[in-house]
């Protein structure tokens, strides 16, 4: 079973920029697509990115497109989310997330097997 646990989150003033990582226990980390996803307060979590398992393909929401870019590395266990030019409303709790069924959904939060804990993202204005 892997577990995940992210980190990297914090404050940053408008137009900054954050990398988070979440590294993954055990040894089958390439077995899984990764996710990252985002839940604001008063609102559902939605998701951010995704990677497949040898980072072939990237997925992004187009509210983060050009700005965010998602990678992993098989080799350390972990995927990284590089943000760039934060904004206000990408303040929230950031969660990444495992899948290890081929062919689900990489978009819906429901497909996912594991889930890391969650850090939370402040962008200032």
């Known amino acids: 079973q892997v577990q995940l646990v992210e980190s990297g989150g914090g404050l940053v003033q408008a137009g900054g920029s954050l990398r988070l990582s979440c590294t993954a226990s055990g040894r089958t980390f390439s077995n899984y697509d990764m996710g990252w996803f985002r839940q604001a307060p008063g609102k559902e979590r939605e998701f951010v990115a995704a990677?497949?398992?040898?980072?072939?393909?990237?997925y992004y929401a187009e509210y983060v497109k050009g700005r965010f870019t998602i990678s992993r590395d098989n080799a350390k266990n972990t995927v990284y989310l590089q943000m760039n030019s934060l904004k206000p409303d990408d303040t929230a709790v950031y969660y990444c997330a495992a899948l290890s069924r081929r062919g689900g959904s990489f978009y819906s939060s429901d497909q996912y097997d594991l889930w890391g804990q969650g850090t939370q993202v402040t962008v200032s204005s």
């Open positions: 990677i497949t398992r040898v980072g072939v393909r990237t």
